[in-house]
């Protein structure tokens, strides 16, 4: 069955970096286009980013644009999620998501758009 695992998050002090990766398995990793979304306290699920299928494209949210990173190793079933100049504000659990059409790239920004998540990894920037 289809199973993402994201892993990574942890402590980080605001201005420093983290590198979140997602493990998929039970399908053709390499077919979807994938994203990451984050949900903070108290507030609603956000999209970050998304990433086509064979990496070629990428896109981001404003408030993450030129800060965070995303890609793909599709050899090795991994998505991933660099951020740098990390900001309190980031502080949330992250979520790597499955865009739920085969070979094409649809709505990447709408999170009605993906069909299985993870369980999340917790960000939280503090000093």
């Known amino acids: 069955q289809v199973q993402l695992v994201e892993s990574g998050g942890g402590l980080a002090q605001p201005g420093g970096s983290l590198r979140l990766s997602c493990a998929a398995s039970?399908?053709?990793?390499?077919?979807?286009?994938m994203s990451w979304a984050r949900q903070a306290p108290g507030k609603g699920l956000e999209w970050v980013s998304a990433?086509?299928?064979?990496?070629?494209?990428?896109d981001y949210a404003d408030s993450v644009k030129g800060r965070f990173t995303i890609s793909r190793d599709n050899a090795k079933n991994t998505l991933y999620l660099q951020m740098n100049s990390l900001k309190p504000e980031d502080t949330a659990l992250y979520y790597c998501?499955?865009?739920?059409?085969?070979?094409?790239?649809?709505?990447?920004?709408?999170?009605?758009?993906?069909?299985?998540w993870g369980p999340g990894t917790q960000v939280t920037v503090s000093s």
């Open positions: 998501a499955r865009n739920m059409w085969p070979n094409g790239a649809y709505y990447l920004r709408s999170i009605s758009s993906y069909d299985y």
């Open positions: 039970g399908f053709t990793f390499s077919n979807y286009a």
């Open positions: 990433i086509y299928s064979d990496g070629s494209d990428t």
